[in-house]
């Protein structure tokens, strides 16, 4: 139950998370339009994803291969690679 990380970015509520498949990242989608990785073992975003204006990724899932990033959005009944 301790916090052994904090990551600072999101500017609104966390919709999604998802853990890459040997567990170095961490992708994070949120209300703010954005999808962020994180590198866990250093702790800090090593990218983002602007999203256009009005879509809020409700989604995430990266591939086992980690090559493909899937995101759902509210209001969108499509799977966006």
Not at 40 to 56: C, F, R, W
């Amino acid at each position: 139950g301790k916090v052994v990380r904090r990551f600072v970015g999101h500017q609104a509520c966390i919709n999604d998370l998802a853990f890459s498949r040997d567990s170095r990242w961490l992708l994070s989608c949120s209300a703010d339009g954005t999808t962020r990785i994180w590198d866990l073992v250093i702790g800090k975003q090593v990218d983002a994803i602007y999203h256009p204006t009005g879509s809020i990724p409700t989604s995430i899932s990266l591939s086992p291969n980690l090559d493909i990033l899937a995101v759902a959005f509210a209001d969108d009944v499509a799977i966006h690679t």
